[in-house]
């Protein structure tokens, strides 16, 4: 069994920085691809950013130029660095990794960014 642990959400202001991390309780070496999803209220979740094993990343068009994911896999963990926030990004973040057939996903990490 794995386990996914979000952490770094936060009340910012619109404008500000906040980093959120995932940690894994197993390793993270192998996993190809790895994300960060977010589900705004009332809203369905949508994929925000994903790394591959090789580093090369995705991210969704409203979050380019803002936002960084990483990971580090000696420590089992992936980031998500989030710069310039603005209202619209307030949503709860989730993490998102597969090991073998098997879908994880973490509790979730509020973050609330105001005006």
């Known amino acids: 069994q794995v386990q996914l642990v979000e952490s770094g959400g936060g009340l910012v202001q619109a404008g500000d920085s906040l980093r959120l991390s995932c940690a894994a309780s197993r390793s993270i070496f192998s996993i190809n691809v790895m994300g960060w999803y977010r589900q705004p209220p009332g809203k369905q979740r949508e994929l925000v950013a994903a790394?591959?094993?090789?580093?090369?990343?995705y991210y969704t068009d409203s979050v380019k130029g803002r936002f960084t994911i990483s990971r580090d896999n000696a420590k089992n963990t992936m980031y998500l660095q989030m710069n310039n926030l603005k209202p619209e990004d307030t949503a709860v973040y989730y993490c998102?990794?597969?090991?073998?057939?098997?879908?994880?996903w973490g509790q979730g990490t509020q973050v609330t960014v105001s005006s």
């Open positions: 998102n990794a597969n090991w073998g057939s098997e879908n994880y």
């Open positions: 790394i591959n094993r090789d580093r090369s990343s």
